[in-house]
């Protein structure tokens, strides 16, 4: 991961701020920095999220590809991750350095949607036992800022809320061969239910206090940090620890109220901007990259 | 309560110049051609072809009698001799330090340059040699001049006064280099209860003003103690009003970071990143400033 070096006296700064409530930008511990959503980017995908959350940039895009259904669950169709960590984010990125993290964040979002009640599957089955719709969710890290995973998480939620995949139909021939139609109208698609998609929060334990959201400098002076995956209704589903240092039963479970609590608040503003970049419908002024 | 505020990107829009003073600045990116009078002499930035005076960097041109040159919006910090720099320690070598300064080599702090402990005045010996990693190690912030560039353009620094040497608890903000405006002093208690270093190199260091000036300290003891709520909030509040103004390309120097906190306070502290606040902010700072000049 992205790392800047501090002297003592910079984390001792940063430590005691944070007991007192008052990080380095003004921020609270259970504070945000301003997130920027943008979905539709990327034309040739179908669906697709751009989030920037201070100076970490993410870039998600989805495809959906017709495939074969998994042996042991055949009539549900499944989704493929794939991180590419770019160099443009940072040097140590360069080459085969991301590879490490990359796979990191991709295991941790497969565990995060491991769960049966977060994206509905048997939605994206069209042919028990031979056809189904494959989603590969791609994220592309273009800027590292700090908090990854929630950012990430954002977005992957953004680009599924934002797929768009066509609807298709299975007519059987008298021989008994299946053939698949494609409607005409290009807007005739079924959308993924997103409402239990969860989020990503991460907690970092940071003196006797844990924050929410930290910059690079705070994750510097932070040896342990919590990643917990909280849905809109405040539900758990996966947890993870990193770091080196260690965390008594008592933080955990501090961090673990902390997170649903945060959670929460955080599906509330994601829902609240999709519906009103929904709303806006084609009248939208899209930015891009070149804004 | 957590606060989370998600908002659409907006594209920015540009800024109308403010009244300009002699007139629009001429832009030029790099392969532009300045002026094709040989007359001239060629300052940094430029670069002779074919009788054109090209530009090698992607900034305004300014002239000063037969001299031009280009001054780029960023770029790496280039050093001069006298220049006030915050550096960090990257690594430890044999009788001298490298510190890391935002420039394309690093900066280099030979041994010789630095006041001894009790401000002795001899030949340094192995011992102090072996106890470089005592004063100064990496990840440590310290405060230079700048003693001589060499001839590849790394930078040798000095920290032969009292007012130099480590630093310790307060925040550091990097901003491009050309963003801080060449003034006599650069070191500055502002009245509102911090103090500020904006080094040349665009590293800027804030901290909280010190209770009495320790003649003998020159960097050799840190302040451990923690730092009263009521300067973190004006260190906080410092930092994002230098974030603003660096946002909105000001140059930043004494007078328009006061006017920008004067400007700050009916926010709250974490409110001046959001960017309408910041727009706000940074408007009234300027007409401050145009008030001030005309």
């Known amino acids: 991961m992205a790392s800047v070096v501090l002297s003592e006296a910079e984390k001792l700064y940063i430590v005691h701020g944070v007991q007192e409530d008052l990080r380095v930008d003004g921020r609270g511990c259970e504070d945000y920095r301003c997130v920027e959503v943008e979905t539709d980017v990327v034309s040739n995908t179908s669906g697709s999220a751009r989030v920037k959350l201070g100076h970490t940039d993410i870039l998600v895009g989805v495809k959906a590809e017709m495939g074969t259904p998994k042996l042991e669950k055949p009539d549900e169709g499944y989704l493929e991750f794939f991180v590419d960590c770019s160099a443009n984010a940072t040097p140590e990125f360069e080459g085969r350095g991301g590879e490490e993290l990359g796979t990191e964040i991709a295991n941790t979002l497969y565990r995060v949607f491991s769960s049966e009640s977060s994206v509905d599957l048997k939605s994206l089955c069209i042919n028990p036992r031979e056809h189904c719709w494959v989603v590969y969710v791609d994220v592309l890290l273009l800027e590292c800022g700090g908090n990854l995973f929630d950012a990430i998480s954002i977005a992957v939620k953004a680009a599924l809320f934002n797929t768009r995949i066509p609807k298709v139909r299975v007519l059987e021939d008298e021989e008994g061969s299946k053939e698949i139609e494609l409607s005409d109208d290009p807007y005739d698609c079924i959308r993924l239910n997103v409402v239990d998609v969860p989020c990503i929060v991460t907690l970092s334990k940071i003196g006797y206090r844990h924050v929410v959201d930290a910059t690079l400098q705070e994750e510097a002076c932070s040896l342990a940090s919590l990643l917990i995956s909280v849905t809109s209704k405040g539900a758990l589903t996966s947890m993870k620890k990193v770091g080196k240092g260690s965390l008594d039963p008592e933080s955990i479970f501090e961090m673990m109220e902390t997170g649903k609590r945060v959670g929460k608040s955080l599906h509330i503003a994601l829902q609240k901007i999709l519906d009103e970049e929904e709303s806006l419908g084609t009248s939208r002024q899209k930015v891009g990259f070149l804004g | ?294």
């Open chain 2, 1 to 294: 309560m957590a606060e989370i505020t998600m908002r659409l990107p907006v594209a920015p829009k540009a800024v109308a110049p403010s009244a300009p003073r002699g007139g629009e600045k001429h832009l030029v990116a790099p392969g532009d051609t300045i002026t094709t009078d040989t007359g001239y002499m060629r300052g940094h930035g430029t670069y002779v072809d074919e009788e054109k005076l090209i530009a090698s960097v992607a900034g305004a041109v300014e002239r000063v009698n037969k001299l031009v040159c280009v001054k780029a919006l960023k770029t790496r910090y280039n050093g001069e001799v006298g220049d006030i720099v915050v550096g960090r320690i990257t690594e430890v070598q044999q009788k001298r330090w490298k510190v890391e300064t935002n420039s394309r080599l690093d900066s280099v702090l030979l041994l010789s340059s630095v006041n001894l402990p009790g401000g002795e005045l001899r030949r340094r010996s192995a011992e102090d040699e072996l106890a470089m990693r005592d004063y100064l190690q990496e990840g440590d912030l310290i405060s230079a001049e700048v003693q001589s560039v060499f001839s590849d353009g790394a930078v040798s620094l000095h920290t032969r006064s009292l007012k130099y040497g480590k630093l310790g608890q307060g925040v550091l903000v990097q901003v491009s280099p050309s963003l801080v405006k060449r003034q006599k002093t650069h070191f500055h208690d502002l009245p509102c209860g911090a103090s500020v270093i904006l080094g040349n190199n665009g590293f800027i260091w804030i901290y909280p003003t010190p209770e009495q000036k320790d003649e003998e300290a020159g960097g050799f003891t840190t302040n451990l103690e923690p730092v009263p709520l009521s300067d973190r909030e004006v260190i906080s509040r410092l930092r994002n009003c230098i974030v603003a103004l660096v946002t909105q390309k000001l140059m930043l120097f004494d007078t328009s970071i006061l006017y920008c906190y004067e400007a700050s306070l009916p926010h709250q502290i974490k409110d001046i990143l959001k960017p309408e606040v910041m727009e706000e902010i940074v408007l009234e700072t300027r007409q401050k400033l145009l008030d001030l000049e005309g």
